[in-house]
């Protein structure tokens, strides 16, 4: 069954930049980086566009579905009702490119930190938001399969002759003992 995708998030158009000049920093920083800035800048601006035309970050009825990468390509298909936590930070350096980091935590993931990390999306805070708001919807939906609890009839035949067999298994078992 298809979903249908309520937000398509989209991602700013300076990302990339953003992306350089903070690998730019961190080359500048070391003294074996600096001579590697010079190959940096083209392969780096290859890279991050490659990237950002790699990213989506959709949003369904019942999901969060992030996909990214390059060589290695990934998906994450998050339900709504298993994220615990979505946080928005943003640091100097995002502040002045105008960019956020949205989180995403869900219950149950293992180890610490985010299980999603998205830079750059175009209003970012709204889209915070949909997803909030779309997991507020699905929580207060009703939940059919728990207000009508009536058995199967099929598992309650498996139940009956599952009772039946330990009613032999014992009247077996009570013939071997008076032996």
Known sequence: MQESIIHRAEFEANLGWYWLLSGAAYFTLSIVGIPLLLLWFPIGLWG???YIGNMSAQL?????????????RTENTVPLDKITDMALIQGPIMRLFGLH?????????????ALISLVGIVDAPQFRTRVLEQKERLAQRPQ??????????AL???????AASLKRIEALLSQQLNR
């Open 48 to 50: 991050t566009r490659r």
């Open 60 to 72: 369904t009825s019942n999901k969060l579905i992030v996909r990214r990468g390059i060589l290695t």
């Open 144 to 153: 059919a399969a728990s207000s009508s609890v009536q058995p199967d009839d």
């Open 101 to 113: 980091k949205l989180t995403v935590e869900t219950a149950g993931q293992s180890g610490t930190g």
């Open 156 to 162: 309650l035949q498996n139940v009956v002759e599952m």
